[in-house]
């Protein structure tokens, strides 16, 4: 296709007690709101990015949301949608996931605001609270990794990064992005391993994950940086086994940049730094049974 989405905006997640989401959004300094047994929250001074926490008797990821230009609309496949005051389509990626995708005038990569910026310390009791700016991306777990790449890079536009064989694949969008909007990891099942949400400084990260720790969500890991993409983080695991990723510095690739994706070895591209990832890290919360940690060794 010759356009594509611009911004991951949004997903809905559909889980147990999804009421706890109000409890782990207030930790990370979320905007959150239970209306009719459903958890909504919003990012951004203009809440253009939002995460949806629905009941359902097991958790599965339901619904990834990208912004268009709304001249760009048409140019995708899909149901029309007529829920939005907004232009929108459906579609259903191979794995039987929804993607929406909803025309915004004047939608671009997203910033987000004003970060957390320190360059004198303050007192420990002047401490600022560090709220996250944006959405940045989504890391899901897929069946078929090159049946995946083909369906983002055909019906939105998405273009490959970087990959890791066989097994993991980031995607970047053709308007100007971070290096990944969008990070596919081959699976028995499609699930959800995190969502990023853009901090803006190192020290933004980092007093949030004191602030989140201190409110009870002390797993995780982090605080680190990875290879591809380059962006410092550190992930907060939330109440149904997947991350939210507090995160900085990811690389941006301006529209039109010519892009030679790369394949490395897992091994040599998960983090620069940092402590060691925890043993089940990279396990699919939505199709894997937890490891015991004897057997992970
Ligand atoms: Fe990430």
Same mark, same amino acid.
């Given at each position: 296709?010759?356009?594509?989405?611009?911004?991951?905006?949004?997903?809905?997640?559909?889980?147990?007690?999804?009421?706890?989401?109000?409890?782990?959004?207030?930790?990370? /300094?979320?905007?959150?709101?239970?209306?009719?047994?459903?958890?909504?929250?919003?990012? /951004?001074?203009?809440?253009?990015?939002?995460?949806?926490?629905?009941?359902?008797?097991?958790?599965?990821?339901?619904?990834? =949301?990208?912004?268009?230009?709304?001249?760009?609309?048409?140019?995708?496949?899909?149901?029309?949608?007529?829920?939005?005051?907004?232009?929108?389509?459906?579609?259903?990626? !191979?794995?039987?996931?929804?993607?929406?995708? %909803?025309?915004? &005038?004047?939608?671009?990569?997203?910033? /987000?605001?004003?970060?957390?910026?320190?360059?004198?310390?303050?007192?420990?009791?002047?401490?600022?609270?560090?709220?996250?700016?944006?959405? &940045?991306?989504?890391? *899901?777990? %897929?069946?078929?990794?090159?049946?995946?790449?083909?369906?983002?890079?055909?019906?939105?536009?998405?273009?490959?990064?970087?990959?890791?064989?066989?097994?993991?694949?980031?995607?970047?969008?053709?308007?100007? =992005?971070?290096?990944? %909007?969008?990070?596919?990891?081959? =699976?028995?099942?499609?699930?959800?391993?995190?969502?990023?949400?853009?901090?803006?400084?190192?020290?933004? *990260?980092?007093?949030?994950?004191?602030?989140?720790?201190?409110?009870?969500? &002390?797993?995780?890991?982090?605080?680190?940086?990875?290879?591809?993409?380059?962006?410092?983080?550190?992930?907060?695991?939330?109440?149904?086994?997947?991350?939210?990723?507090?995160?900085?510095?990811?690389?941006? *690739?301006?529209?039109?940049?010519? @892009?030679?994706? /790369?394949?490395?070895?897992?091994?040599?591209?998960?983090?620069? @730094?940092?402590?060691? !990832?925890?043993?089940?890290?990279?396990?699919?919360?939505?199709?894997? !049974?937890?490891?015991?940690?004897?057997?992970?060794?």
């Amino acid at each position: 296709m010759s356009t594509g989405v611009v911004a991951f905006t949004g997903f809905t997640l559909r889980c147990p007690q999804p009421e706890q989401a109000v409890d782990f959004c207030a930790a990370l /300094g979320v905007d959150a709101s239970l209306e009719n047994g459903t958890v909504v929250a919003r990012f /951004g001074p203009d809440a253009s990015h939002g995460i949806r926490f629905e009941p359902a008797m097991h958790k599965r990821l339901s619904r990834i =949301s990208f912004s268009c230009r709304p001249d760009d609309i048409s140019e995708f496949g899909g149901e029309a949608q007529d829920f939005s005051t907004n232009p929108a389509k459906l579609l259903i990626d !191979p794995d039987g996931l929804e993607i929406e995708i %909803v025309a915004v &005038s004047g939608c671009q990569a997203p910033s /987000g605001g004003d970060p957390v910026l320190l360059p004198h310390a303050p007192l420990h009791s002047r401490m600022p609270e560090a709220r996250p700016l944006c959405l &940045s991306h989504i890391a *899901i777990f %897929v069946t078929d990794l090159e049946r995946s790449l083909a369906f983002y890079r055909d019906q939105l536009g998405l273009i490959l990064s970087d990959r890791c064989g066989d097994g993991l694949a980031f995607l970047h969008a053709p308007h100007g =992005s971070g290096h990944h %909007v969008l990070a596919l990891a081959k =699976s028995g099942a499609t699930g959800l391993h995190h969502y990023a949400m853009e901090m803006g400084t190192i020290d933004a *990260i980092e007093l949030r994950a004191g602030q989140t720790a201190a409110a009870g969500y &002390s797993e995780g890991w982090g605080f680190g940086r990875h290879v591809l993409g380059s962006n410092f983080f550190h992930y907060i695991r939330d109440p149904w086994d997947s991350h939210a990723e507090l995160t900085a510095g990811l690389d941006f *690739i301006p529209a039109g940049t010519p @892009w030679t994706a /790369g394949n490395h070895e897992p091994e040599d591209s998960m983090y620069l @730094w940092g402590p060691p !990832p925890p043993h089940d890290f990279l396990r699919n919360p939505e199709h894997e !049974p937890p490891i015991p940690m004897a057997a992970a060794g």
